[in-house]
Nanobody, 128 residues
């Protein structure tokens, strides 16, 4: 059974940092691009970052470019999202996601429609 479990969220002051983790089970992470998404109350879910299978292609939303870094450790079946210089507008539930089929293309994308397996989410709150 495919499962994604996020952790690492919490309450942090503006300018602070958090590192989110996404642990995958039930499939071999090496073969899948992984995306991070977030959803704030009253807003649609949006793409934050994604990483290709070979770790050589990443993409970021403009709003987080230069502040967030995505990485993966296939040996641990884990994808990370390092979030620095956090802002109040980063407050949201953060989700990782994987497509239903192994990723063939050497890239990734931030469309929610290309991902089928979702974790339960981890809450990030940025507030003083």
């Amino acid at each position: 059974q495919v499962q994604l479990v996020e952790s690492g969220g919490g309450l942090v002051q503006p300018g602070g940092s958090l590192r989110l983790s996404c642990v995958a089970s039930g499939f071999i992470l090496d073969y899948y691009a992984i995306g991070w998404f977030r959803q704030a109350p009253g807003k649609e879910r949006e793409g934050v970052s994604c990483i290709s299978t070979r770790d050589d292609y990443t993409d970021y939303a403009d709003s987080v470019q230069g502040r967030f870094t995505i990485s993966r450790d296939n040996a641990k079946n884990t994808v990370y999202l390092q979030m620095n210089s956090l802002k109040p507008e980063d407050t949201a539930a953060y989700y990782c996601a994987a497509p239903i089929l192994p990723t063939v293309q050497p890239t990734c994308d931030l469309s929610i429609y290309d991902y089928d397996h979702w974790g339960q989410g981890t809450q990030v709150t940025v507030s003083s």
